[in-house]
């Protein structure tokens, strides 16, 4: 049994997935070889495929790529959550750290789980505290 326990938020997946960011990646294969529980809010995978529409639109690749990368996620031994049960803290921590209901997701559920909150936003990483920032 893990550990450590992380929560993975979509610029930390769509960084390690498109932009093969080193520090992304390393978390990312300590899940995938069991060293840590990952866990994210249902809430990731609409993110991501939002995140991989904005690179196709912008012809940076074809959807086709697009979906291998949503696919890849899906793949990946995460521990998702309901937004529905992570709601009420969340905008709790949204009033209290200035963030959006959005991001307060990802900050409620490392808190639920005391886990290190992995992102690429600097904006989420400043306002919560046990947070790390990749990419």
């Known amino acids: 049994m893990p550990s450590e326990a992380v929560v993975f938020d979509a610029s930390a997946l769509v960084r390690a997935g498109v932009h093969e960011a080193e520090d992304a990646l390393a978390w990312l294969t300590r899940t995938v070889d069991g060293e840590i529980a990952a866990h994210a809010p249902d809430l990731v995978f609409p993110e991501i495929a939002n995140s991989l529409l904005g690179y196709v639109r912008a012809g940076d690749f074809p959807v086709e790529v697009a979906q291998e990368h949503i696919e890849l996620v899906r793949e990946l031994p995460l521990l998702i959550r ?35 909150l992995v992102t690429a936003d600097r904006e989420l990483a400043a306002a919560y505290p046990r947070s790390v920032l990749v990419g």
């Not at 529905?84 to 009033?95: D, K, N, R, S, Y």
């Open 82 to 116: 309901p937004t529905a049960e992570l709601i009420g803290a969340a905008l709790t921590l949204a009033l209290d750290l200035g963030l959006s209901a959005y991001d307060a997701c990802y900050a409620a559920l490392a808190e639920a789980t005391e886990a290190t």
